[in-house]
């Protein structure tokens, strides 16, 4: 990691956070068709291409300590980009060490049980990197403007009413509490697309072919309640932005753009952990030294007894295992 590296990340993450205890209007507080300063596609291309190397190179680390977990809370109107977000900032990680969970309409049983219920039963195991696509903030999103949800749920009345919300902000955040305590960093995202934007994507996925399959008549009927999904928001994000688990907010009417910043922000939230790899204690050394010793004498005649150190130019007092010169 390079201070060019440090740079610019810090630089780009820290005017999308929600402060903690702030209070945010939107879209006044941030603007969906920032590009911070970059004008072009191609001139950020570089940007992101250094950030998949970073979060490929972080996430091995992590994997490999298996200490701690992350996770990636995507939240935004629809056609605000998540999923591309998704594809594009996750091409150079290991697969096996990524879980995407997308949730939509909660089936009968999850209804059955708590809200957080299903969510928690898809969290990142230690090392894992786990994307919730849309995610437990449904609840407080979706389910305010369109409060006949609740019924469904069949909580009890009492917990019902205009209290309902707040009492779902406290809950929300002693649990992202619980979680950053036990290990597993949140990064939430909030993907800020203005309503025009979509209402031109929206048109994209009814003009061309290939998107076709993407439209959806339910999505956009609900542009009828933008302003109350802004409101919604925007409550959201000042109720729930805390120091253990911030929001940040992306610009997302430029889909470049939006993945450098999410790329940035995952990618700083790694570097705050700064995993790293296992140290091997004496026993360990001693058991790779026998096991090289074991393969470097079943070396072919002519054939190098140890062809990656003869390739890497060490001795054998920098070996694992060797008490040096």
Request: aromatic share 8%; hydrophobic share 35%; glycine share 6%.
């Amino acid at each position: 990691m390079s201070d060019l590296d440090t740079g610019w990340i810090a630089g780009l993450v820290e005017p999308l956070r929600v402060k903690p205890g702030s209070k945010v209007t939107l879209p006044k507080d941030f603007e969906p068709g920032e590009k911070s300063g970059l004008s072009k596609k191609k001139d950020a291309a570089g940007l992101l291409r250094r950030g998949v190397e970073l979060l490929a190179e972080y996430q091995d680390r992590l994997s490999a300590q298996g200490t701690y977990a992350v996770l990636a809370a995507l939240q935004g109107m629809d056609a605000a980009g998540k999923d591309s977000t998704i594809r594009h900032v996750m091409s150079g990680v290991n697969p096996q060490g990524v879980r995407v969970s997308s949730f939509k309409a909660p089936s009968a049983e999850e209804l059955d049980h708590d809200y957080l219920w299903r969510h928690a039963r898809r969290l990142p195991a230690r090392g894992e990197i786990g994307i919730f696509n849309r995610s437990h903030y449904e609840e407080v999103l979706v389910v305010r403007v369109h409060p006949e949800n609740l019924d469904r749920e069949k909580i009890p009345l009492e917990s019902r009413g205009q209290d309902a919300w707040k009492r779902r902000y406290r809950e929300i955040n002693d649990w992202e509490h619980y979680l950053a305590d036990n290990g597993v960093r949140l990064v939430k995202l909030f993907l800020n697309v203005s309503r025009e934007e979509q209402r031109v994507r929206f048109l994209k996925r009814i003009d061309l072919p290939e998107k076709n399959w993407k439209f959806s008549a339910s999505d956009a009927r609900e542009r009828q309640f933008w302003e109350e999904y802004q409101r919604a928001y925007s409550e959201m994000l000042s109720h729930t932005s805390t120091e253990w688990a911030p929001w940040y907010v992306l610009p997302a009417d430029h889909k470049w753009f939006t993945r450098i910043c999410a790329a940035a922000v995952i990618v700083k939230t790694l570097m705050e952990i700064d995993p790293r790899y296992p140290v091997p204690d004496e026993a360990a050394r001693q058991e790779l030294t026998l096991a090289r010793a074991e393969l470097e004498a079943e070396a072919p005649p002519g054939a190098p007894a140890d062809p990656v150190m003869a390739e890497l130019g060490k001795d054998v007092g920098s070996r694992p295992g060797s008490s040096g010169p």
